[in-house]
Nanobody
Framework: QVRLVESGGGSVQSGGSLTLSCEGS????????IGWFRQAPGKEREGLTC???????YYKDSVKGRFTLSRNSARNGMTLQMNSLKPEDTAVYYC??????????WGQGTQVTVSS
């Protein structure tokens, strides 16, 4: 059974930083594509960043230069370093994995709140 667990969410003031972590079980997370999505109240879930097994990164323009995705192979996971946070970054953040054999998997989400 594949399971993804996020941690590290919280509240921060505008301009601050947070680091989110995601740890997986049941499948090696570096086997295909891992990344982060977020969903703000009243908005659709949006993809922020991902990395494939070849090490190619994607970043949404709105977070490029502020957010950094890193693999944490020792813990079968990844981190999302978020700097220069803005109130519009307030959302529930989800860890996301796509695997050839297991399909698409989601974590339960972690709340990030940025106050002005």
């Amino acid at each position: 059974q594949v399971r993804l667990v996020e941690s590290g969410g919280g509240s921060v003031q505008s301009g601050g930083s947070l680091t989110l972590s995601c740890e997986g079980s049941g499948v090696p997370l570096d086997s295909f594509i891992i990344g982060w999505f977020r969903q703000a109240p009243g908005k659709e879930r949006e993809g922020l960043t991902c990395i494939n097994k070849e090490g190619d990164f994607y970043y949404k323009d709105s977070v490029k230069g502020r957010f950094t995705l890193s693999r944490n192979s020792a813990r079968n996971g990844m981190t999302l370093q978020m700097n220069s946070l803005k109130p519009e970054d307030t959302a529930v953040y989800y860890c996301h994995f796509v695997g050839i054999s297991v399909g698409e998997k989601w974590g339960q989400g972690t709340q990030v709140t940025v106050s002005s």
